[in-house]
């Protein structure tokens, strides 16, 4: 088999989501030629490596501004105080928040969570 062999991260199981897709990026007007990225190689070598350079940029990026910029889906634990007005303030680890899927308690009758527009 011609060239290095690659492994496009959600081939060998790892659970990462690149900012962009091989799709997404072939189909873009300013995007390089990716038939030759593995001298020799098939079309599905050539995908997968691409994928592989798309996960290199991707990971770059977060280590660049120290965080993940793909939408995640994170679970925070940690005790709160409630307001005299009955509000509670959770500062979070990462920004911005869009979206929360579920919020628990521990003895409050009612939540209401109010998203910052």
Not at 41 to 49: E, K, L, Y
Request: glycine letters at 6%.
């Amino acid at each position: 088999m011609p060239g290095p062999l690659y492994v496009a991260p959600n081939r060998a199981g790892l659970p990462y989501t690149p900012y962009l897709t091989n799709a997404e990026y072939t189909n873009d007007p300013d995007s390089l030629d990716t038939s030759n990225l593995v001298p020799g190689g098939s079309v599905q070598q050539n995908a997968d490596a691409l994928f592989a350079k798309i996960v290199q940029a991707s990971s770059w990026m977060d280590r660049q501004v120290h965080y993940i910029l793909a939408a995640t889906q994170d679970i925070e634990t940690r005790k709160v105080r409630i307001r005299t007005d009955g509000t509670v303030r959770i500062a979070t680890r990462g920004m911005p928040i869009l979206e929360i899927n579920s919020f628990c308690s521990e003895g409050i009758a009612s939540v209401r969570i109010l998203m910052p527009q």
